[in-house]
């Protein structure tokens, strides 16, 4: 009983002596020494060397759970420090250099699987250098640069497994020829950029082939021509369409704003997606009419009560539209600043 007495009595004077060494202060009120911080509970938040007031070798922060948050190792005391930081599980998260408080450097982030997510140059806390974003297999996914935090120079991306799109950044701002290509090796898509903004032609592919051929001006849209088999090919405006309508699986007929009419040998879906969402609106889906929605001037009833679309010009045929029709021609007298109007005005 009194060998153990004196046991305990030694633990505790060791404890008091090894808390009494830790977590010191000198006459300057510099840190010095090793210091362990806790919450009001015990738990560790952090554990370190001070010299001096800086942090010097390795300092460990910890979670509530006591597994590791983040381990600092300094190369040079309170200012530069390889980083890592982990999950609750005690994942890789990320990995990198901080200099003065900044991540400085090429950063490396991690799944929680362990395969590598992206890798990121920094410069004194600002992107600056090429980021490159990996896929699970390893596969590079993006390659983009910075300058200041903003994208600066060529930028390329994977679409798919073979596909992929490029184009290149200026101070942020997408700047000069953009293309992309298909899993085959197609063409799919090429513009132009001009501080950001679509300028000049923009051009879109199926098959290699042309489907749509544009033209821009700073952002607005002055044209937009798109293929219609009839069965030869032929390109049209969409600004001269006035309404669409299918006849059934692969045949659409296209009704001009001229009244002249055109039959194209292509499904009602693919003229559709040509001349875009922003043109031609549903009047009646059961029956797959669309109409060009600066045409809609309201709703009216024909001689039998019915309601029909009042349009401008006014169809060789009459349009009854069903319920998101008769709302959309009820909207039309409040859509006076539509990106049609916008684009409409832009070619006056």
């Not at 509530?64 to 530069?80: A, E, F, S």
């Not at 109409?291 to 010009?313: F, H, S, T, W, Y």
Request: glycine share 10%; hydrophobic share 30%; charged share 30%.
């Amino acid at each position: 009983m009194r060998h153990t007495t004196i046991i305990l009595i030694a633990t505790l004077v060791l404890n008091s002596f090894n808390a009494a060494a830790q977590n010191q202060i000198d006459k300057q009120g510099r840190r010095q020494g090793h210091w362990v911080r806790t919450d009001k509970d015990g738990s560790k938040i952090f554990e370190g060397d001070f010299v001096d007031g800086l942090e010097t070798g390795v300092f460990t922060y910890y979670y509530g759970n006591g597994t590791v948050r983040m381990r600092n190792t300094y190369t040079i005391p309170g200012k530069r420090c390889t980083h890592e930081a982990y999950d609750e599980e005690g994942h890789l998260l990320a990995r990198g250099e901080y200099s003065q408080r900044n991540r400085d450097g090429k950063w490396s982030f991690y799944a929680v699987d362990g395969h590598l997510l992206k890798e990121t140059t920094y410069n004194m806390g600002i992107k600056d250098g090429p980021q490159v974003v990996f896929e699970r297999n390893g596969d590079t996914a993006e390659v983009a640069n910075f300058s200041n935090n903003r994208h600066h120079g060529r930028w390329w991306k994977r679409i798919g497994d073979n596909g992929y799109i490029t184009g290149n950044y200026v101070n942020g701002a997408m700047e000069g020829r953009l293309v992309e290509y298909n899993e085959n090796g197609q063409i799919s898509r090429e513009g132009f950029y001009e501080g950001g903004l679509k300028h000049g032609s923009y051009r879109y592919f199926e098959n290699g082939r042309l489907t749509i051929d544009e033209r821009w001006n700073h952002g607005s849209m002055n044209e937009r021509l798109i293929l219609l088999m009839t069965p030869e090919e032929k390109f049209v405006s969409v600004f001269d369409i006035e309404c669409m309508a299918a006849q059934g699986k692969n045949k659409v007929v296209v009704f001009l704003k001229d009244g002249s009419r055109l039959t194209g040998h292509e499904s009602a879906d693919i003229v559709y997606n040509r001349v875009g969402n922003e043109i031609l609106v549903s009047a009646n889906r059961k029956s797959r009419v669309m109409v060009a929605r600066d045409c809609v001037q309201g709703i009216g009833k024909d001689n039998d009560g019915r309601e029909i679309l009042i349009m401008e010009p006014q169809p060789k045929f009459t349009v009854f539209p069903d319920e998101d029709g008769k709302k959309m021609a009820n909207m039309r007298r409040y859509d006076e600043h539509s990106p049609l109007e916008d684009m409409l005005r832009e070619r006056q």
